[in-house]
């Protein structure tokens, strides 16, 4: 039996997302949930998922996602607000400061323990694992920044770490560090495909996970269209997320799993 993790890391993006995940993570179709807590939408959306967790304990993973750059989020720290306003940096612009090692560490951290203590704050629990949004730890800067912010925050309980989906020798890179540090930290496996049409899905999703590693983090576009999704994303990407959760959500990928002897952690 291979054991591996099914999640989502876009919690607090849009209420059909949220709802689809909460409903995946109910039936057992889905193991890990990261929240976006720079989200407009997290100071509302918190309480479903925190009842949710409170029933399901271990069997659901709950962790956070980290927003340091990206659209649909708000910086969550005073000083991150009064330098970048309402918007983070691009994702290329920090790509940039982190080249040449002229990240503005202190800030950067600042909001990253912002981001964990809004999540502890809400779900009155610390995050299982962390995840940093757009694959920003491919770059050894932002990593080395993201475990001073956790280790700042003297945790009673490391969460783990999902690696970013990169090339494989950056993804050792950041396996490395992370191990050094003390922390646990799961590989990349390839996503849910990114596929519109269920029959299509099905048939990919067949033979998928045979070639995986154990213990990989497999990530999924769940979700169900509503106005606000509608406006943030192409209508070809709502229709991926639409397709992800109805296949995700049904019983014959249940039994698919149970043919393909996978087990979700």
């Known amino acids: 039996m291979k054991k591996i993790t099914l999640g989502a890391l876009d919690y607090g993006l849009a209420f059909g997302v949220d709802r689809t995940l909460r409903s995946l993570l109910q039936e057992g179709r889905l193991s890990a949930v990261g929240c976006l807590v720079a989200s407009e939408l997290w100071p509302r959306e918190f309480k479903p998922l925190k009842d949710l967790a409170d029933e399901l304990g271990e069997r659901a993973e709950i962790g956070l996602t980290l927003a340091l750059s990206g659209d ?65 730890l491919d770059r050894s800067e932002m990593v080395r920044l993201v ?16 690696a970013p989906s ?20 799961l590989r990349w496996g390839p996503p849910v495909p990114e596929i519109a049409d269920r029959e299509e899905l099905f048939a990919r999703l067949r033979h998928h996970f045979d070639f995986m590693d154990e213990d990989v983090f497999v990530a999924t576009l769940a979700g169900e269209a509503d106005n606000r999704l509608r406006r943030q994303e192409p209508l070809q990407k709502v229709a991926i997320r639409e397709c992800q959760g109805e296949v995700l959500g049904s019983d014959r990928f249940f039994r698919l799993l149970d043919e393909r002897d996978i087990f979700l952690n």
């Not at 990169?166 to 930290?185: C, P, Q, T």
């Open 147 to 162: 475990l001073s912010a956790l280790d700042s925050l003297d945790l009673k309980q490391k969460p783990w770490l999902v």
């Open 72 to 136: 649909h989020v708000t910086p969550v720290s005073q000083r991150m607000r009064e330098v970048y306003g309402d918007q983070f940096p691009a994702r290329s612009k920090l790509e940039r400061l982190a080249m040449m090692r002229l990240l503005p560490d202190e800030m950067l951290i600042e909001e990253i323990c912002q981001q964990v203590s809004a999540f502890t704050s809400r779900m009155d629990r610390l995050p299982r694992f962390v995840a940093l949004r757009e694959g920003l």
């Open 166 to 185: 990169v090339f494989e020798s950056a993804e050792n890179r950041f396996l490395r560090m992370a191990r050094k540090a003390g922390y646990l930290a």
